[in-house]
């Protein structure tokens, strides 16, 4: 299975601005994780975030579509990137209490991508 990363560059230099790692999920017909996404701080807020998501979901609609998951933190630091999962159509589906630590839950979202969507 192991992991797959799409890179957003640009310029002649191919400097990176952005990066999503994904992977199928073991022991599922057709669900994929979304393991990290990260797009460099100066750049952040300018669309590059929602352009590695759209070429992820692409991709993912091209092999048949299916679930994508993300796992992220309830600490407010990452509010920012529970507002950008939301606002690209991905709903919050699970949270566990107290998961990292205390007062830091795991809060699970997903999206379901349909084949040639
Ligand atoms: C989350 C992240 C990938 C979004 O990428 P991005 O290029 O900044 O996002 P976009 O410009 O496409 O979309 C902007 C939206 O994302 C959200 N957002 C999250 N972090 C943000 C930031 N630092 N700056 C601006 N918007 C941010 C906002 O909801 C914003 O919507 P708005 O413009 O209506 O306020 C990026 O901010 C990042 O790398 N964050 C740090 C790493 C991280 O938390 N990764 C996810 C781990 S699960």
Request: glycine letters at 12%; hydrophobic letters at 35%; one cysteine or more.
């Amino acid at each position: 299975m192991g992991y797959e990363a799409l890179v957003l560059v640009t310029g002649e230099t191919e400097q990176p601005l952005g990066y999503v790692c994904f992977g199928k999920t073991p022991m599922t017909a057709f669900t994929y994780d979304l393991y990290w996404i990260a797009v460099d701080p100066e750049t952040q807020g300018k669309g590059v975030g929602t352009r590695l998501l759209h070429a992820l979901e692409a991709l993912l609609r091209q092999r048949g579509g299916g679930n994508v998951r993300v796992e992220t933190s309830s600490q407010e630091e990452y509010d920012g990137t529970v507002a950008f999962y939301l606002r690209n159509g991905y709903e919050t589906v699970g949270r566990i209490s107290q998961f990292y630590r205390e007062d830091d839950d795991l809060i699970i979202l997903c999206k379901r991508l349909l084949a040639g969507e």
